[in-house]
């Protein structure tokens, strides 16, 4: 058809060695093969899509076989060097091995090698995709590849050089195409829109590049599909970022600074009017993920020219976000919250309300990595200490402290039990707090509780933020859901399992139940603590030892000798001073057993 167009892929397709673009050291070893004419009877190109590999098979042919040659310099003008540019010839075959992969295949070429070239010097064979060939064409196929007939050349290609049998790599000589630069990319793409007469600004050039994956064949595709636009009007970055369903950087800017400002009503406004454009939550985490690993590579770059190069970041936008002053500690946090909650977003039957979620932690960020320097210092110097008297020599004390008998079936020894402890079982993860405490505990004490304790982070963040405390009454934990999509999820059996058995952790009478509020309903406002699991366990373990050792509480009750030594007493005062203590619970009457009063060796 006359006036046909031509993709410009197809079009400004490489033919000759000077027009293969960041190949230089590939280019270089077959000039010179063909000069010094040591030509191997087979060689395998592998590499990335969109890099040469097809191309340079096809140059190197024309090279060999061009009425002029061997040369590394083909005319394009002889038969030979046309019909290799057109596909055509019959002495260089092209073979797709994704639909030719059987034996029956690798037989049919075999016979095809027996015939003597027509009009050039060598008959070839280019077999793309290589690795599609099955094992047992491999097989056929090796003696060919080791000892082809004379003036037969097999060249192969493919994008995975892993799945070819050793056996045959070890008959070629191997060419690794790399990755053609962002710098050579687009001098490629300007000099082919100006030849075209497209219209396209620099920052838009270097977003293609920056989004092929070192393809010149993606990159060129690209160009060719929003040239039509360029005929008219300048083509710009933001043109390009719609077309690869990138979400501009203006927009994720101030979704960023809304998060970092820690304000939950713009950011959930910004989410959703990214959404209602058509893109997905998805596409949103991972935009916002790449978006956020950029900021945190400039933040931490002495230099902006160096780093400009691993991101896809223009001059302007890298001013726009020096003139923010982010806080590098705090982007690195709202990175690892965002990270976090992609992975619920991918396997989620809801994901817009994961991504809300993710916001809402992203802006709660600080609270939820804090930590609690003086109690932690508390806690360690109590175990120093402890250290310490275990170390420490036996001394006679003249009064023996009172007792408090704990009655179980059978005794057991301190060793024993210290043993016991270390070898129970990992999957509790709260000590159950006793009853008389949690009588003494209001609602909002009791729910941030259970929060605190949610192993979880993103299950934690749901019931945090979607969640709203109606009331705790008659050891029943009532939440109140607004949404009806946020009560579906409440109610997963994974998160609904989790919170279930954090409360039967902490409070073992306490069940949680769900029901639907209105704007209107009144609710118990609850400061969830984020803080480190393994603290809050230890802290709370600590509060319940304190309030047992309240001398208003049990003045009869024995005090934990965790620093002092002292003697056993004799048993007759042990008898003396025994005092029964049915109302705490298992786990307090083995601590007492433990410490009250006894010889710390």
């Not at 295949?105 to 995709?129: M, S, T, W």
């Not at 009331?471 to 994974?494: D, R």
């Not at 786990?587 to 006894?598: P, S």
Request: proline share 5%.
């Amino acid at each position: 058809m006359e006036n046909s167009y031509l993709p410009l892929f197809r079009k400004y397709r490489p033919q000759s060695f000077d027009d293969v673009i960041g190949q230089e050291a590939l280019v270089k070893a077959l000039s010179n093969a063909i000069e010094l004419n040591r030509i191997a009877n087979a060689y395998l190109f592998c590499g990335p899509r969109g890099t040469g590999k097809t191309s340079c098979a096809r140059i190197f042919a024309k090279s060999l076989n061009c009425i002029e040659g061997p040369t590394i310099h083909p005319c394009q003008k002889c038969p030979s060097c046309v019909d290799i540019t057109n596909t055509s010839g019959l002495d260089v075959i092209e073979i797709d091995a994704a639909s030719n992969r059987g034996i029956q295949d690798a037989k049919d070429l075999i016979q095809q090698v027996q015939y003597a070239p027509i009009n050039g010097r060598y008959k070839i064979f280019i077999i793309d995709e290589v690795h599609m060939l099955s094992t047992d064409a491999f097989n056929a196929l090796l003696k060919t590849f080791e000892e082809p007939p004379k003036n037969v050349i097999f060249i192969l290609a493919t994008t995975e050089p892993h799945k070819v049998l050793e056996t045959i790599v070890s008959r070629c000589q191997r060419f690794d195409f790399r990755r053609i630069t962002i710098d050579d990319i687009i001098k490629r793409l300007r000099k082919i829109s100006e030849l075209e007469n497209i219209k396209i600004t620099d920052s838009a050039l270097f977003t293609i590049a920056k989004n092929v994956s070192g393809g010149m064949r993606d990159s060129l595709a690209l160009l060719d599909q929003v040239s039509i636009l360029g005929i008219k009007e300048e083509i710009d970055k933001e043109l390009i970022e719609d077309l690869l369903g990138k979400i501009n950087f203006d927009v994720l800017l101030n979704l960023l600074k809304d998060i970092s400002d820690k304000n939950i009503e713009k950011s959930i406004g910004d989410i959703n009017e990214i959404y209602s454009k058509g893109n997905e939550p998805r596409n949103l985490a991972e935009n916002l993920i790449e978006f956020l690993r950029n900021i945190v590579l400039i933040l931490d770059s002495t230099n902006t020219n160096d780093i400009s190069k691993y991101t896809t970041l223009t001059d302007d936008d890298f001013k726009k976000i020096q003139n923010q002053n982010f806080n590098k500690n705090k982007i690195f946090k709202i990175l690892s919250t965002i990270i976090e909650y992609y992975k619920e977003i991918k396997i989620s039957t809801n994901p817009y309300l994961w991504m809300e979620l993710a916001v809402i932690a992203g802006c709660k960020s600080d609270c939820m990595v804090k930590t609690a320097p003086a109690a932690t210092q508390n806690i360690q110097s109590q175990k120093f200490q402890t250290a310490i008297s275990m170390q420490s020599p036996i001394k006679t004390v003249e009064k023996p402290k009172p007792q408090i008998q704990v009655e179980t079936n059978q005794q057991e020894t301190k060793t024993d039990s210290i043993q016991k402890e270390e070898t129970k079982p990992a999957q509790a993860t709260q000590n159950p707090i006793p009853q008389q405490i949690a009588q003494n505990q209001d609602g909002a004490e009791i729910w941030a509780n259970v929060l605190s304790a949610i192993p979880s982070l993103p299950t934690k963040a749901l019931y945090s933020g979607t969640a709203k405390l109606v009331k705790v009454e008659n050891n029943t934990i009532t939440l109140g859901f607004t949404h009806e999509n946020a009560m579906t999820q409440a109610k997963t059996p994974a998160k609904l399992s989790m919170l279930e058995n954090t409360v039967k952790n902490l409070y073992p009478n306490f069940k949680i139940e769900f029901t639907k509020i209105d704007a209107n309903t009144k609710y118990i406002e609850v400061k969830p603590r984020f803080a480190n699991s393994s603290f809050n366990r230890q802290n709370q373990q600590n509060q319940r030892i304190q309030q047992i050792q309240k001398p208003e509480q049990k003045p009869e009750a024995i005090e934990i000798a965790s620093s002092s030594i002292q003697e056993q007493p004799d048993e007759e005062s042990k008898e003396e001073n025994k005092v029964s203590v049915k109302q705490y619970s298992p786990k307090v009457q083995e601590m007492i057993e433990q410490y009250n009063g006894r010889i710390i060796e």
